[in-house]
């Protein structure tokens, strides 16, 4: 304690200068911290996104992610509703939603466009689809409608002259290879954010998909969890309880999130290494400054019988109560910042690729704190233990002798 | 240690500096002998290797030849760790300039050589204050060194040296910076202190009234004992 208190002291003798020092490393510390935020929030975010659209955990017949169906649901699951069932039942499932991918034309009698839709149980996808699907009219389609329903996305009605309540009628080939065709009413209209999709959106009562399809199997069990942690586990269940499935996780779907992922970690991985070399130039500087001004100090403190290892583990000292004290204004700067930013509104331009943009929040993550804090700590330690070593070991005499 | 056993043996020590192409030897073979409780003036004109002598005596600097013993355990085969284990625990050094850590307060400076020892907080306390009562300086105890006049920050650096209670101590012109009246109470201090707590004194000095004070005095000139 004696130890650090004459570090402190030390560190006082040049106001001006370690307060430079100081800032410095404050100013790097939360420039780490709210890019840190920003990546965190950015994958939180994507895995939000990802997990809501595809389900945490997706289980397919054991050929049904290869995507090579000579027709649609020839790879299907035949007992979709005991398999719902099963699965529903595991610890931590929220909720298990079957679900047909088919893909045909949209035509309003006039004009036609491909569409790439999903059959669905509405009551249970749209509830677990969240915010991530927006109604700008309408809303998610009735199994007990007369006619049957469908939600399309925003681009595609405005391709198709479609409103709530307009008739279209959807063309798909059968699972028999055949060409069939239903009507249907547009429920609602809704919109993804990202263009291409929203132009070929359709999502129809899972039922319904099923009479055009001429099958009463499903392409894929979406598993929704409670908890997105308890993923790996789940899956691992679901691959014990049935072995002759393919299963995946919503990782294993992300291809975006992923990209994403390794893009931000190169680029915020850069911004850190900058950092870094910032905070140990300003940190050499001030302390490699301090043991010129005070040679003649060591040399007295080592001729009174300071040992060249307690001279360097002073200024080590010194360079951590720089670095620690920088390490904490940074964490209240970036603190600051991602609290202000909860109320500053402030909207993102849209990401390549997609329509809307989303808001400016920064994650605040207690271990990314921790880790920054240690680094910079670290590196003020560090900074001092390279500059003070040559001072701690030139000879006594030489040391008393320097001016 | 015996009686009979110096402080300090210095057996013919050699001692040279290069300086550019040239080599200047600053000790021809010094040998001296300083006793327990002994306090010895080394004096001599400017270059005459007082200095030098003192280093070496100090521990602080190393011979090209010769032989040295503090408290009977030869040098000579030591590192530079091992010496300054023996400076920490058996050295105490007065410097001209006082040397005191100007951040450091008056009590925070005297107690430093008890840290370094790992003395315990309530002994190092209790060692301090009655080493400051000595030198009449425990009401400036948490004072800082700048605060000071130029004597009284040499008796902090007389308290420093002694508070450990070394075998030796090392003063280099302690009162070459003081003025007539102040020099005299250091003298008189140092000696006090020294002949009190029986440790040998090697004391570097142009003073007329240091050497008068000192059992001893030794004459350098041009490397050589006079």
């Known amino acids: 304690m004696k130890w650090l208190v004459f570090a402190w002291k030390n560190v006082m003798r040049n106001r001006r200068r370690s307060l430079t020092a100081m800032l410095i490393t404050a100013f790097g510390t939360a420039a780490v911290l709210a890019s840190g935020g920003f990546a965190l929030f950015t994958y939180e975010s994507l895995e939000e996104m990802t997990a809501r659209d595809s389900g945490h955990v997706v289980v397919a017949h054991a050929r049904g992610f290869e995507g090579d169906e000579d027709v649609p ?75 049957p329903e469908v939600v399309i996305g925003d681009e595609l009605a405005r391709l198709m002259k479609a409103k709530v309540g307009s008739s279209l009628t959807l063309l798909a080939t059968t699972t028999e290879g055949n060409l069939n065709a239903v009507d249907v009413v547009v429920s609602g209209i809704a919109g993804v954010g990202v263009p291409e999709i929203d132009k070929r959106l359709v999502l129809a009562d899972l039922a319904s998909v099923q009479r055009l399809l001429l099958s009463d199997k499903v392409g894929t069990l979406s598993i929704y969890l409670k908890e997105t942690a308890d993923t790996e586990a789940v899956a691992a269940r679901v691959r014990e309880l049935q072995p002759d499935l393919a299963v995946k996780t ?17 680029i915020f991985g ?42 360097v583990r002073n200024f080590v000292f010194e360079g951590m109560v720089i670095g620690g004290a920088g390490a904490v204004a940074g964490m209240v700067l970036a603190g600051g910042a991602t609290v202000a930013l909860l109320f ?56 008393l002798a320097h001016v | 240690m015996s009686a009979e056993m110096p402080t300090v043996r210095l057996g013919v020590l050699r001692k040279s500096y290069r300086v550019g192409e040239s080599s200047i030897e600053a000790l021809k073979g010094v040998s001296l002998d300083v ?38 355990t030869a040098l000579d085969s030591l590192d530079e760790l091992s010496l300054t284990r023996l400076r920490r625990e058996k050295v105490g050094f007065i410097f001209q300039g006082f ?18 020892l790992g003395v315990a907080p309530a002994e190092r306390r209790r060692r301090v204050l009655e080493v400051l009562g000595r030198v009449g300086l425990e009401p400036f105890a948490l004072r800082l060194p700048d ?42 201090l140092l000696h006090e202190l020294a002949h009190e707590r029986n440790a040998s004194v090697v004391v570097a000095t142009h003073d007329e009234r240091m050497s008068s004070h000192c059992d001893r005095v030794v004459h350098l000139i041009d490397g050589e004992l006079q």
Not at chain 1, 250 to 266: E, I, P, T
Not at chain 1, 360 to 379: N, R
Not at chain 2, 38 to 43: D, F, I, R
Request: glycine residues 10%; aromatic residues 6%.
């Open chain 2, 35 to 72: 006793g327990g409780g002994e306090m010895v003036a080394l004096t001599g004109p400017s270059g005459s290797g007082k200095s030098t002598l003192l280093n070496l005596c100090g521990l602080i600097d190393t011979p090209d030849s010769g032989s040295r013993e503090l408290c009977g």
């Open chain 1, 270 to 311: 850069i911004l850190g290494v900058i950092m870094i070399c910032i905070v140990l130039f300003a940190m050499s500087n001030t302390l490699g400054m301090a043991v010129v001004e005070r040679t003649r100090e060591i040399g007295t403190l080592r001729a009174i019988g300071t040992l060249p290892s307690e001279v």
């Open chain 1, 344 to 399: 500053a509104g402030i909207e993102m331009p849209p990401p390549p690729g997609r329509s809307v943009g989303y808001p400016l929040f920064l994650s605040f993550s207690p271990l990314l704190y921790g880790a920054v804090t240690l680094v910079v700590v670290t590196l003020a330690a560090a900074a001092a233990w390279m500059v003070s070593r040559r001072a701690a070991n030139k000879p006594v005499t030489e040391a």
């Open chain 1, 73 to 147: 649901l020839q790879h299907g699951l035949a007992d979709a509703t005991g398999l719902a069932a099963k699965f529903a039942a595991l610890p931590g499932v929220r909720a298990v939603a079957p679900r047909v991918q088919f893909s045909g034309l949209i035509s309003n009698g006039d004009k036609s466009a491909v569409f790439v839709g999903s059959g669905v149980v509405p009551e249970i996808d749209f509830r677990l689809r969240g915010p991530q699907m927006n109604f700008s009219a309408g809303q998610s389609p009735a199994s007990n409608a007369p006619a």
């Open chain 2, 147 to 188: 605060a000071l006049s130029g004597g009284q920050r040499q008796r902090v650096a007389i308290a420093r040296a002694l508070i450990k209670a070394p075998a030796l101590v090392i003063a280099d012109e302690p009162t070459a910076n003081l003025d007539s009246a102040t020099a005299r109470q250091i003298v008189d």
């Open chain 2, 99 to 116: 040397n005191l850590v100007p951040v450091m307060t008056v009590y925070d400076n005297v107690e430093y050589p008890l840290l370094l």
């Open chain 1, 250 to 266: 919503w990782r294993d779907l992300a291809v975006f999130y992923q990209a994403v992922r390794a893009l931000y970690n190169r």
